[in-house]
């Protein structure tokens, strides 16, 4: 689900619009979002590049950091570039069909963000992609252990 960005905005907290820009290799890729921004405010978008660190014999967990790339391609008025939306997101297998995922990062919304929409994204957008991402993951196409991934996620 993760590596999955044009579902993004089946499940991910508040996204408008996701695609792929670039698949840089099999363990890193660009993309793109937009992000539906509180009332009264202007949609922000972001470009994001997603690397992957594989599970190894030696480290038992995925680690996939992204950092945000506002320079990538071009500003699309009227959104509002992000400058930062950077996390990191560690995934460790707990047994069969468990996984424990850990999200930490931050963002810059760019442009003018009053406190209390920064709260709201704050108190809601974690919350909300767990449930979005626990939904995701009961659909078939997440269930076959047999399909081909997009990127690299094991050594």
């Known amino acids: 689900v993760q590596a999955d960005v044009d579902s993004y905005a089946r499940w991910y907290f508040e996204v408008l619009e ?70 990191v997101v560690k995934l460790t297998p707990q047994g069969k069909d468990r996984t424990l995922l850990e999200s930490e990062g931050f963002i810059d919304p760019g442009g003018v963000s009053p406190a209390w929409a920064i709260n709201f994204v704050q108190g809601k957008g974690p919350y909300a992609n767990m449930l979005g991402m626990r939904r995701m993951l009961t659909l078939p196409q997440y269930q076959d252990k047999k399909a081909p991934m997009p990127f690299s996620f094991f050594e």
């Open 18 to 87: 996701a695609k792929m820009l670039k698949k840089v290799s099999d363990k890193e890729f660009i993309f793109y979002m937009v992000h539906d921004a509180p009332v009264g405010m202007p949609d922000r978008d972001v470009v994001l590049k997603a690397t992957i660190e594989p599970m190894t014999a030696t480290k038992p967990f995925i680690v996939i950091n992204m950092v945000s790339l506002p320079d990538f391609i071009p500003e699309k008025p009227p959104y509002v570039r992000m400058e930062a939306e950077n996390y």
